[in-house]
C-alpha cells in the first residue's frame, strides 16, 4: 500500500543576491601629486644654479679692483669680510637651533620670529661680503682654499635663491625647504672654515 500522508515541505533557500556592476564617474586627469610639484621645484633649482653660474662667470671674468670699502675699527678690508662671515655663521647656528624647536609643542612664540629673523639678518651680513669678493677680488684658483672658497661662495647665493623661491610656493613636499636650508648652512659654515677660520689661524684673531 502507497503512503499517502503528506511530506514537510524542504526549507527555502534564499536566492544569492547578484552582485551588479556599478558603473563608476568618470574623472578628469589629474596629475599625480608628484608631477604637481616637480616642475615647479625643478624651475626653482634651475633659477638658483643660474644665479650661481652667473656670480661665479662675472667674477671670473671682472678685473679685480684690488680695494674696497673699508669699515672704521677694523685693521683691514680682510677683517671686515671675516667678521661680517663669523656674524653670519653665528646666525645661522641660530637659525638651526630654532628650526629644531619650531615645531615642538613646548616651543615659545617667539621661536619662529627669531628663526625668520636670525636668517634674514645672517644673509644681509653676507652681502657686502659677496660685493668685496666679486668686485675687489674676483674668483680666485690660486689654490686649493681659494678655489673651493670662491665656489662655495657663487653656491651659497644659488641655494639661497632656491629657498626663497620655495618658501614661496605651496604644496612642496615638506622636505624642499629643510634640504635646502640645511644645504644653505652647510654651505655658509663651510665658507666660514675656508675663510675666516683661515684669516684668524694664519693672520691673527683681532679687529
Keep these: 500500500m502507497t503512503d499517502t500522508r503528506p511530506t514537510p515541505d524542504a526549507p527555502v533557500r534564499p536566492a544569492e543576491p547578484t552582485a551588479v556592476p556599478v558603473p563608476r564617474p568618470h574623472r578628469a586627469a589629474h596629475p599625480e601629486p608628484r608631477d604637481?610639484?616637480?616642475?615647479?621645484?625643478l624651475s626653482f633649482v634651475l633659477a638658483g644654479c643660474a644665479v650661481a653660474v652667473v656670480l661665479g662667470v662675472y667674477a671670473a671674468e671682472h678685473e679685480p679692483a684690488g680695494y674696497s670699502l673699508d669699515v672704521p675699527g677694523f685693521s683691514s678690508p680682510l677683517y671686515v669680510k671675516t667678521w661680517l662671515t663669523t656674524a653670519a655663521a653665528?646666525?645661522?647656528?641660530?637659525?638651526?637651533?630654532?628650526a629644531a624647536r619650531m615645531?615642538?609643542?613646548?616651543?615659545?612664540?617667539?621661536?619662529?620670529?627669531?628663526?625668520?629673523?636670525s636668517?634674514?639678518?645672517?644673509?644681509?651680513l653676507t652681502v657686502p661680503v659677496v660685493v668685496h669678493c666679486v668686485y675687489a677680488l674676483g674668483f680666485q684658483s690660486g689654490s686649493t682654499r681659494a678655489l673651493v672658497h670662491s665656489a662655495l661662495g657663487c653656491f651659497f647665493y644659488g641655494v639661497f635663491v632656491t629657498k626663497m623661491l620655495a618658501l614661496t610656493r605651496p604644496g612642496l613636499p615638506?622636505?624642499?625647504v629643510p634640504v635646502s636650508g640645511?644645504?644653505?648652512f652647510t654651505t655658509l659654515i663651510a665658507l666660514w672654515f675656508s675663510s675666516s677660520l683661515w684669516v684668524f689661524t694664519s693672520s691673527g684673531f683681532r679687529f
Design 182 to 184: 640645511g644645504l644653505l
Design 174 to 176: 615638506r622636505w624642499a
Design 103 to 117: 615645531h615642538d609643542a613646548g616651543a615659545r612664540p617667539w621661536t619662529r620670529t627669531l628663526h625668520r629673523w
Design 36 to 41: 604637481a610639484f616637480r616642475l615647479p621645484l
Design 90 to 98: 653665528v646666525l645661522g647656528v641660530v637659525q638651526l637651533l630654532t
Design 119 to 124: 636668517g634674514r639678518v645672517s644673509v644681509l
